[in-house]
């Protein structure tokens, strides 16, 4: 197809399409002539796929281009690719909230994560993003400590059990793309679930 029928069938403007050509974040077409090219379904799908990490992802192009690499290294393992993933969607925080306060959420969730038995399991990168939470809450006077995060976790390791069986099939045949778009929109169903449930709650009382 050529550029205006991908714009077509992307609903992405000509423009913003050959942008992420400039950028690398389209693969070229196959050339046709001079300034031509023609594109097929695996642009329509690549397309796609940004708009979707960035549109309901809410994440930036720079983190998008991290994660379209590791979606197109055949040596990204699947679960590299979910690290790529979490970082591009972790916090950063930590330098603002002082060292005494982030060291007592710190404790707090490594006794959270033992608790769970994922002590030898879990990422330097998810311990912090939830030590940051922590202190974040505790200086706002929030005291919503390690043990108020057990339920939280019990249902993550539901959820994540769920999500692997998934991506069992795309680790299977390198294919990332889909587990990717899952680590990303399956966090925004969950945050729209926590929003729904809590109006529901809300009602009641």
């Not at 423009?15 to 023609?38: S, V």
């Not at 679960?79 to 916090?91: F, G, I, K, W």
């Not at 060291?103 to 707090?108: D, G, K, L």
Request: aromatic share 4%; hydrophobic share 45%.
């Amino acid at each position: 197809m050529r550029i205006s029928e991908l714009c077509r069938q992307s609903g992405v403007s000509v423009p913003t399409i050959k942008f992420y050509l400039r950028e690398g974040l389209l693969p070229p077409g196959n050339p046709t002539g001079r300034n031509q090219a023609d594109y097929g379904e695996r642009h329509l799908r690549r397309i796609r796929l940004i708009r979707t990490l960035t549109g309901v992802g809410g994440l930036d192009l720079a983190s998008v281009r991290g994660v379209l690499a590791a979606i197109d290294d055949d040596q990204v393992s699947l679960a590299e690719a979910y690290q790529v993933l979490d970082r591009a969607l972790a916090l950063d925080g930590a330098h603002s909230l002082g060292p005494l306060a982030v060291a007592c959420a710190r404790e707090e969730v490594e006794a959270l994560v033992a608790s769970m038995g994922w002590s030898h399991h879990v990422s330097a990168d998810g311990r912090e993003v939830l030590t940051e939470v922590l202190a974040s809450l505790r200086l706002l006077g929030c005291d919503a400590g390690g043990a108020f995060f057990a339920p939280f976790a019990r249902a993550a390791e539901d959820l994540a059990k769920a999500e692997l069986e998934l991506a069992c099939e795309a680790d299977e045949h390198n294919r990332k793309g889909p587990a990717m778009v899952r680590g990303v929109l399956f966090g925004v169903a969950l945050a729209a679930l926590r929003r729904m449930a809590r109006e529901h709650h809300l009602a009641l009382r």
